[in-house]
């Protein structure tokens, strides 16, 4: 080895050394530099809805996606039936949120992979580009609803169908027309008693006699049938509800009075109170409430907003109808002098001897609310063990842990919201079709008539008032504070049980392909 060979070895690896420092020094420049721009950076421009995100945490996520078609007139096919879907749906009832990941998921497994879906109150409005860049838009205007848990189960199934294995536009279309013209489950009578079958539950479970619960069946039977002839009429939803309220309220206080004559039947003065409740229990807008809390939560806030102002408008004629009984009764109790009195029961199993008779209650409840909503003959009896889980964690929580009447409910809520997707998934069925039955029977009718008791009775009787009339105020909070722990409960139950759906889902699409 020469000398000039000796005195470059050791050259080689320091000049390396440095020449690789310098490449990690701009290395590490450059990363800086990028960071700092993204953290700079504004947001992105607003791109159709992605279909990850529109269907994660639902039945439909991950679809199996069709070829996208190429002509323009086979966009707006397929269009027509993602949109015929959710028109379908937001006519039964359900929630924005499914309604929308089923539009989404539909289009998905047909090829549709670029799509704006806008759900405002009762319209539905979907557009996507077709092959030359054109936007194709459809719009929808549902203007009336119905209480149908059969065909939206009906529609789930096609749905989950859909993004399961592969299908023909023009056979999903004719099956969706199929479950539109489908019958309507169970005749028109059966459901009028599954309407009284509601009360007469509720009217034991709060705590009253026989002739309280013969009462409340009698007159929810009575208000459903005239309640469809002033339907028939055009008469509004508003006025229905007002016409409902006073005839329970009529009706119960003609039993009571009654008793005065004829003492062989069994009417204490609290069961005056609970009949009314039963009756306020079985008008009261259940399945829109739940819809209407579940849009505002979800992020659809017009929505909700417009359900809810449904909603309320519905409660306050009952609450007018109520006000408008309880003038007449009192005033021919104050002449007759019956001596009634507002009953000392806020909390909805105080009286009740035992923890086995609002579960029994429960469950009785909601096999009957489950019949008015037309849910599938396989429905009712899940629906029934929910009822029954929901009063028995209730009753437990508030006998036996020593929790407030509305905290308990709201825990019942949720249990009600969890165990309820899950089940329901099994049986193919959206979650609403099992909870809003379940949970009919904790509605607060008892705390709303109440609260109207005391609200009028100081106008009525005068010197003889029995509360202070601002008293009535507090129940009423207390009664929508109760239904809110309701709805927010069970869209909490809902969302908790979302990531547990998966092995539930995946199992179903394995079955179909």
């Known amino acids: ?79 027509d039936l993602a949109v015929r879907v959710g028109e379908l749906l937001l006519r039964c009832g359900a929630g924005t949120r499914d309604v929308e990941s089923s539009v989404v998921a539909v289009a998905a497994a047909a090829g549709l992979r670029r799509l704006e879906v806008d759900i405002t109150n009762q319209s539905l409005l979907v557009q996507c580009p077709s092959p030359t860049g054109t936007p194709v838009t459809m719009l929808r205007v549902v203007r009336s609803s119905t209480r149908d848990f059969a065909r939206l189960a009906a529609v789930h199934q096609l749905v989950d169908r859909l993004v399961s294995s592969p299908f023909e536009v023009d056979q999903a279309a004719e099956e969706l027309k199929g479950i539109q013209r489908a019958r309507r489950l169970y005749p028109r009578w059966l459901v ?11 009217a034991a479970l709060l705590g009253g006699g026989v002739t309280a619960i013969v009462v409340s069946v009698l007159s929810s039977v009575l208000i459903d049938r005239l309640g469809r002839v002033l339907a028939r ?46 009756g306020i229990v079985v008008m009261l807008p259940g399945r829109a409430l739940a819809s209407a ?89 899940p629906t029934a063990l929910l009822g029954l889980a929901g009063l028995g964690v209730s009753g437990a929580l508030t006998r036996y842990v ?38 009919s029977p904790m509605l607060p009718g008892l705390r709303i008539f109440r609260g109207m008791y005391e609200a009028i009775a100081g106008s009525a009787l005068g010197a003889q008032s029995v ?3 601002s008293a009535g105020v507090t129940s009423l909070v207390g009664a929508a504070a109760t239904a809110l722990a309701i709805s927010t409960g069970v869209v909490l139950g809902d969302v908790l049980s979302a990531p547990l759906d998966r092995p539930i889902v995946r199992r179903r699409r394995a079955r179909r392909r």
């Open 402 to 439: 020593d929790v407030g009447g509305t905290t308990a409910i709201a825990v019942a809520a949720i249990v009600v919201g969890v165990v309820g997707r899950l089940l329901a998934l099994r049986l193919g069925a959206p979650a609403l079709v099992l909870v809003v039955p379940a949970v």
């Open 293 to 381: 809390v579940e849009d505002a939560i979800t992020g659809y806030p017009v929505t909700g907003a417009g359900r809810m102002l449904t909603v309320l408008l519905t409660a306050a004629g009952i609450i007018v109808g109520v006000a408008a009984g309880l003038q007449l009764t009192l005033r021919l109790d104050d002449a007759l002098d019956l001596q009634l009195t507002a009953p000392g029961y806020l909390q909805i199993n105080s009286s009740t001897p035992a923890l086995w008779l609002p579960m029994v209650c429960g469950a009785v409840g909601a096999l009957s609310a489950a019949i008015t909503m037309r849910s599938r003959p396989r429905m009712l009896l």
């Open 1 to 79: 080895m020469t000398d000039d060979d000796r005195s470059v070895e050791p050259a080689t690896p320091a000049g390396g050394g440095v020449g690789r420092k310098g490449a990690a020094n701009d290395r590490a420049r450059q990363q800086l530099r990028r960071s700092r721009a993204r953290f700079m950076k504004g947001e992105a421009v607003t791109e159709p809805l992605p279909i990850a995100d529109a269907l994660r945490l639902t039945p439909y996520r991950d679809p199996r996606m069709a070829v996208a078609p190429e002509a323009e007139a086979e966009v707006r096919k397929r269009l």
């Open 192 to 202: 009028t008693l599954g309407y009284g079958g509601l009360a007469g539950a509720v």
């Open 233 to 278: 009429r055009g008469l509004p939803a508003f006025y229905v509800a007002a016409a409902g309220g006073a005839i329970s309220t009529v009706l119960a206080w003609a039993a009571y009075s009654l008793t005065e004559w004829a003492t062989w039947i069994p009417m204490e003065r609290e069961d005056f109170a609970y009949a009314v409740a039963a």
């Open 467 to 469: 509360v202070p009339p």
